[in-house]
């Protein structure tokens, strides 16, 4: 006779929320909007910032409500991010291509028909800041993206950081 397991022994993973499904997604959106063109690991991580926190650097509403400390985020998407990317990849949603320079993925055949089947609004606003990133950021070299990245994370999600300040010289 077979062996029953309890379904206590079974863990789902139910947060979609920071998760590989969701970077990976977000991930599809950004190539889709560059595409042609390739990036590497840390341009991603620098898109898939700006593009959950746009109104960061004075563009469009944010994605995703501006939450205090966020700054470091992109600091720690490195390895949710590849793993997105992986996942992704494994369903031939992205193209990865060894390079001299490193790794760099693009969109492959499969990425905008893929896109398109995502209707909901959220989906939609996704697909507006993906495109808004590419204009905005696309034709910045790895050096520049890194440099601007790296000149303004500093303020960004500091005003928590002054405003508690503020409220704690008020009382």
Do not use: C
Request: glycine letters at 6%; zero cysteines.
């Amino acid at each position: 006779m077979g062996e029953e397991v309890a379904a206590t022994d079974y863990r789902v993973n139910s947060r979609p929320f920071n998760s590989p499904l969701e970077t990976g997604l977000r991930a599809l959106f950004v190539l889709n909007a560059v595409a042609p063109e390739k990036s590497d690991l840390q341009r991603l991580i620098f898109y898939d910032y700006l593009v959950v926190h746009s109104a960061d650097p004075e563009g469009p509403p944010s994605l995703h409500a501006a939450v205090p400390h966020r700054s470091g985020e992109w600091l720690v998407r490195r390895e949710l991010l590849a793993l997105g990317l992986d996942l992704m990849f494994s369903k031939e949603l992205l193209v990865k291509s060894y390079e001299p320079a490193g790794v760099f993925y693009s969109a492959s055949e499969l990425t905008a028909p893929f896109l398109q089947h995502l209707q909901s609004a959220y989906s939609m606003r996704l697909s507006q800041l993906a495109q808004w990133v590419g204009k905005q950021f696309q034709t910045y070299t790895d050096a520049q993206l890194s440099s601007y990245m790296n000149e303004h994370l500093g303020r960004w999600g500091a005003e928590f950081n002054r405003e508690s300040i503020l409220r704690r010289v008020a009382i």
